[in-house]
């Protein structure tokens, strides 16, 4: 997209950037269709997303394959309008004026094809009602659940 002004920025943040921050960024991205901004990070960045998520969003569709562990910084929360943390509580940096939610949902590191479904739709519910809410004329593709 060329110009962005206007355009939401949300980053979603987890302490490794491995798992609930990626899911939740992919899965925006996806639905979002351009109207949003979707961006990841972590507090204590990891070396890679965690390869059981990876799969599961892949069976699912969509593609993890890109997504690479960043740091979170001061910087890229003054940029957006919004931070969804995700288990990083007070290592989050605050900016003043960006609207803050805080999502407590499972660590899928290390966890069954099961387990990270269940995390993956708990969020899926979560990021489908935050784009509505940010975007209120968009219309929502079918969740990527629908058929799984």
């Known amino acids: 997209m060329s110009d962005t002004s206007g355009t939401p920025q949300i980053v979603f943040a987890c302490v490794r950037n491995g798992g609930r921050s990626v899911i939740s960024r992919v899965l925006a991205e996806h ?17 890679h997303v965690h390869p059981e998520v990876a799969a599961v ?37 605050y900016v003043p004026g960006v609207t803050y939610v805080d999502w407590p949902v499972a660590d899928p590191g290390g966890r069954d094809e099961e387990t990270v479904r ?9 990021v489908r009602a935050l784009l509505v809410e940010l975007v209120p004329d968009l219309e929502l593709p079918p969740s990527v659940l629908a058929d799984a």
Not at 80 to 87: E, F, K, R, V
Not at 118 to 126: F, N
């Open 31 to 47: 639905y979002a269709g351009g109207r949003v901004l979707a961006l990841s990070a972590g507090t204590q960045p990891g070396d």
């Open 57 to 93: 969003l892949e069976k699912l569709g969509l593609d993890a394959s890109r997504e690479r562990p960043e740091l979170l910084t001061r910087d890229t929360v003054a940029a957006s309008t919004m931070a969804i943390t995700l288990g990083c509580g007070e290592e989050c940096p």
């Open 118 to 126: 269940a995390i993956i739709a708990d969020l899926d519910g979560r």
